[in-house]
């Protein structure tokens, strides 16, 4: 059994930074994708921004050109920087992987346990 552990977060004024970082914790051999959803109530979870199995980058609209993900695959984690927070950017961010456990072949879609981001105007 393996799980993602979040960590960063928490509030600040609008225009500051934030970092989240999310690490596997576990026995895998392999890490697919990584990256970061986000949920308000009442809404849908959206994609703030991914990396891909094959190394590229993706990000949801909103936030391209403020936020920054990063990977490092071999320690199977990642950091999420976030720059230029506006108040629409309130939610809970949940980190996302496909990992590979130790014994096996068939990757698995794991979930963070989701930690809150707070932006003041």
């Known amino acids: 059994q393996g799980q993602l552990v979040e960590s960063g977060g928490g509030s600040v004024q609008a225009g500051g930074s934030l970092g989240l970082s999310c690490a596997a914790s576990?026995?895998?051999?392999?890490?697919?994708?990584m990256g970061w959803y986000r949920q308000v109530p009442g809404k849908q979870r959206e994609l703030v921004a991914e990396f891909t199995s094959i190394g590229s980058t993706n990000y949801g609209d909103s936030v391209k050109g403020r936020f920054t993900i990063s990977v490092d695959v071999r320690g199977k984690t990642g950091y999420l920087l976030m720059n230029g927070l506006k108040p629409d950017d309130t939610a809970v961010y949940y980190c996302?992987?496909?990992?590979?456990?130790?014994?096996?072949?068939?990757?698995?879609?794991?979930w963070g346990q989701g930690t809150q981001v707070t932006v003041s105007s």
């Open positions: 576990g026995s895998f051999w392999r890490l697919g994708a």
């Open positions: 996302h992987a496909v990992l590979t456990p130790q014994d096996s072949e068939i990757p698995k879609t794991y």
